[in-house]
Nanobody
Framework: QLQASGGGLVQAGGSLRLSCTAS????????MVWFRQAPGKEREFVAG????????DYADSVKGRFSISRDNAENAVYLQMNSLKPEDTAVYYC?????????????????WGQGTQVTVSS
């Protein structure tokens, strides 16, 4: 089970740090990713981190502003979001349990957190 937290309301240019903690099983050997979904839009890939934590990947829209990290000892993954823009407003989901296909496709993941709302005001 994954639990996402840390969302909130922030002004443009501000920062937030999202957390995703896992319970019930260890996710240290799993790829961990963040997706987001804005109203009326499809769920989109934001960032991913591989098992060791050494390899990360970001959507072009957040590259240079967001940073994903993980703490396998805590069974947690984090998303540091800086220089937030109104277009970053969405519900953010953490996911794991990659089961094949494109790792940027939300259908490729079996385990999902409940989502946390991020709202960026202009």
């Amino acid at each position: 089970q994954l639990q996402a937290s840390g969302g909130g309301l922030v002004q443009a240019g501000g920062s937030l740090r999202l957390s995703c903690t896992a319970s019930g099983r260890s996710f240290s050997n799993y790829r961990m990713v963040w997706f987001r979904q804005a109203p009326g839009k499809e769920r989109e890939f934001v960032a991913g981190i591989f098992r060791s934590g050494g390899n990360t990947d970001y959507a072009d829209s957040v590259k240079g502003r967001f940073s994903i990290s993980r703490d396998n000892a805590e069974n947690a993954v984090y998303l540091q979001m800086n220089s937030l823009k109104p277009e970053d407003t969405a519900v953010y989901y953490c996911a794991s349990g990659y089961n094949g296909g494109s790792y940027r496709d939300s259908h490729g993941y079996s385990y999902w957190g409940q989502g946390t709302q991020v709202t960026v005001s202009s």
